[in-house]
């Protein structure tokens, strides 16, 4: 089983990136799928989720209106999109498979929002 993120980087404020992870080793399309973050110091905080169908999505209040979550079960993969991104998006940026009682995790990928 692997999760793979990719995608991070530095950008200045108001810029956008969009993240992405990739997955393999289960049935990708039978699972819930999350992003979450954790920046230096912090609790790991959930941001966005997305449903095994992609018909049911939730977010974070503090990213609503600015992240998108979205997945491709034909490339086994879900995305983040972030827009106007501010300084305090700043974290390592991880997706979390999920269903019932199993748990994956990615490693991970940096985020940078500065000037």
């Known amino acids: 089983v692997q999760l793979v993120e990719s995608g991070g980087g530095l950008v200045q404020p108001g810029g956008s990136l969009r993240l992405s992870c990739a997955a393999s080793?289960?049935?990708?399309?039978?699972?819930?799928m999350t992003w979450y973050r954790q920046a230096p110091g912090q609790e790991r905080e959930w941001v966005a989720s997305i449903s095994p169908t992609g018909g049911s999505t939730g977010y974070a209040d503090s990213v609503k209106g600015r992240f998108t979550i979205s997945r491709d079960d034909a490339r086994n993969t879900v995305y983040l999109q972030m827009n106007s991104l501010k300084p305090e998006d700043t974290a390592v940026y991880s997706c979390?498979?999920?269903?019932?009682?199993?748990?994956?995790w990615g490693q991970g990928t940096q985020v940078t929002v500065s000037s």
């Open positions: 080793g289960f049935t990708f399309s039978r699972y819930f």
């Open positions: 979390n498979a999920h269903l019932r009682e199993i748990n994956y």
